[in-house]
């Protein structure tokens, strides 16, 4: 059984656009997602701790686009050597 207590490390991986001003590419997002898989499936193995839904509808001119993402907060026990540190972490 997984417990929270032992999550020593937790990355963040989205999959989708959350920026207006810069689209994700769908090169980009098969990425994310092949490091989501890797994260669930790899040693050490990795379990979502959270999911976060953000949709967003912009008009822009006379078009609408649609941003979609789900950020995946995945927990380890450490972190792997595989994966490297978050933007967030490196600053």
Not at 18 to 44: F, G, H, K, V, Y
Not at 47 to 69: M, S
């Amino acid at each position: 059984m997984f417990d929270l207590t032992d999550v020593g490390y937790v990355h963040r991986i989205v999959v989708g656009s959350i920026n207006p001003e810069q689209l994700t590419r769908d090169d980009e997002i098969r990425a994310s997602t092949e490091l989501l898989n890797r994260c669930l499936s790899d040693s050490p193995k990795g379990r979502i701790v959270g999911i976060e839904k953000t949709f967003n509808l912009l008009n822009i001119g006379e078009h609408q686009v649609v941003l979609q993402a789900m950020i995946y907060h995945v927990g380890f026990s450490r972190r792997p050597f595989w994966l490297e540190p978050s933007t967030e972490e490196r600053s």
